[in-house]
Structure formats: C-alpha cells, structure tokens
C-alpha cells in the first residue's frame, strides 16, 4: 500500500500554508481549526444553549453585552450581527477538550464548525498541524 506524501504543518496565520482538505487529515491533527476564531450566529447560540428561543426577539446588541459579560462572547460585530465566541488564553475553543483535542459540543457545534473547511478563510484548505507523539 502507498503511504500518503509527508505534510508539512501549516501556519494558521499564513494561508498559503494551509494544506488541500481530505476528510482523512482529521484522524492525525491537533484540531487547530478549534483554534481559529469561530463567528456564529443567535441560532447557533441557540442551539449551544448560551441563548434561549425567546431572546431572537431581543436586539442582538443586548444579547451580545450578556454574553460578553458572562465570558462567552469575545465580539460582536453590529453591522453584520454575528458574534465571535470566546477563546482560552491559547487561543483554543472553549469546548475543545484539552486533553483529547476533540469537540465537548460536537452535536450542537456551531454552522461554522459544521461547514469547515468548505467556508472559512481558505476554503477547500484546513491549518493542519499533526498530533504529538505520546
């Protein structure tokens, strides 16, 4: 059987060293687009259980200053009413377990995670970065 060529770990500042995207690429990374920041919508705070179905009639101004406040919510950008979900302090996804570096919420993730790398800011492309050995 013919071994895949050996990847070089991309740079998730610099796109144009992100790898081309085939589902098999999963298996062996650091989960390092856990580690981008992640622009949801009201219905994926919805579904993540940080926001109920009764605050879609509030402005989302209001929910967003509730959330910031709670520590959830790092952003949130008024024009296009889309909200950025908060990180750790290394940069990771509040829901990505640290140990196993898989998704805690992965049923509820939100439309962005679900649509990676199919949208995102190279599309087609993911920041892989393999496992470390141990």
């Not at 709670?70 to 990771?92: I, P, Q, Y």
Request: hydrophobic letters at 30%; glycine letters at 4%; a positive charge.
């Amino acid at each position: 059987m013919k071994k895949p060529p050996i990847l070089a770990a991309a740079d998730p500042e610099r796109l144009e060293t992100w790898v081309k995207y085939r589902q098999s690429l999963c298996q062996d990374c650091r989960a390092t687009c856990c580690s981008l920041p992640v622009e949801v919508r009201l219905s994926d705070l919805i579904r993540l259980g940080l926001a109920d179905a009764f605050e879609q009639n509030e402005p989302a101004k209001q929910v967003a200053r509730r959330l910031m406040k709670a520590g959830s919510v790092e952003r949130f950008n008024h024009k296009r009413e889309v909200f950025t979900l908060a990180r750790r302090s290394n940069g990771d996804c509040l829901y990505l377990d640290q140990r196993s570096r898989l998704c805690t919420c992965y049923a509820q993730r939100p439309d962005t995670c679900r649509n990676h790398p199919t949208i995102g800011p190279r599309p087609g492309h993911c920041a892989w970065r393999p496992k470390q050995p141990g």
